[in-house]
């Protein structure tokens, strides 16, 4: 499914893989999947982690987690998630959201080719991921 795909995709970021981050951004283009459904589900893995985050620093397990966030639904892709908090600090997230913000904005305005406004949010979100620091 494109979901799943766009999630292959947030997990490549994560990991640091631009490489394989940029030929899913490829195969997603080249099927038509709109930009803002990508920025979307990636933004999404994001603030699943950031939940995780923030469960984690509460103290709280899964289940518990689950239940204060009401995310029944999301169980799963929170599962999947969960394996990835460790690499992720209060700064990371701040940077990681500013990206996200900033090419929902571009995205928004038309300025630039949709392509590559999305690969250049992915290679921010690796360059984050990976040294804990943005690029402009």
Do not use: H, M, W
């Not at 951004?25 to 950031?50: C, H, K, M, Q, W």
């Not at 904005?105 to 290679?123: G, M, N, V, Y």
């Amino acid at each position: 499914t494109i979901e799943a795909k766009i999630f292959d995709l947030s997990t490549q970021i994560v990991n640091c893989k631009a490489d394989l981050a940029l030929k899913i951004i490829g195969e997603l283009f080249f099927t038509r999947v709109e930009p803002i459904i990508i920025l979307a589900t990636i933004s999404g893995f994001y603030v699943d982690l950031y939940r995780i985050f923030l469960g984690k620093k509460k103290g709280l397990n899964f289940e518990e987690l689950v239940e204060l966030f009401s995310c029944q639904k999301r169980k799963y892709a929170l599962q999947k998630a969960q394996t990835y908090i460790d690499r992720f600090d209060s700064n990371r997230f701040n940077l990681s959201f500013d990206a996200l913000c900033d090419a929902d904005r571009k995205l928004k305005s038309f300025s630039l080719d949709a392509k590559t406004i999305i690969e250049q949010c992915a290679i921010k979100l690796c360059y984050i991921a990976a040294k804990g620091e943005a690029i402009d």
